[in-house]
């Protein structure tokens, strides 16, 4: 079994600066795709920025230059650095890992969910 953790959501004045943190543990052989989405109140979960294992990045449009997608392999812990932050980037933040596992499977696995909310 896989677990992620995720921790530092919050909230924070408009223009602010918030960092989250997601940890993975449990049967992981290694990780490959590693990523934050975030669900708003009545919207769809949405892509919020991805890394590859060899340090690849993409960002929706609507964070590109806001926020910064890193991972750290040696602690399996994938991290985003929210800056500038808008009442528009208010919604549950969601990790994601795209886990091998030491039985040879390979799945999708999803963290609890930590609130942002940016007030204006």
């Known amino acids: 079994q896989v677990r992620l953790v995720e921790s530092g959501g919050g909230l924070v004045q408009a223009g602010g600066s918030l960092r989250l943190s997601c940890a993975a543990s449990g049967s992981i052989s290694s990780i490959n795709a590693m990523g934050w989405y975030r669900q708003a109140p009545g919207k769809q979960r949405e892509l919020v920025a991805r890394?590859?294992?060899?340090?690849?990045?993409d960002y929706t449009d609507s964070v590109r230059g806001r926020f910064t997608i890193s991972r750290d392999n040696a602690k399996n812990t994938v991290y985003l650095q929210m800056s500038s932050l808008k009442p528009e980037d208010t919604a549950v933040y969601y990790c994601?890992?795209?886990?091998?596992?030491?039985?040879?499977?390979?799945?999708?696995?999803w963290g609890q969910g930590t609130q942002v909310t940016v007030s204006s």
């Open positions: 994601n890992a795209d886990v091998s596992t030491i039985f040879l499977m390979r799945n999708d696995y």
């Open positions: 890394i590859t294992n060899d340090g690849n990045t």
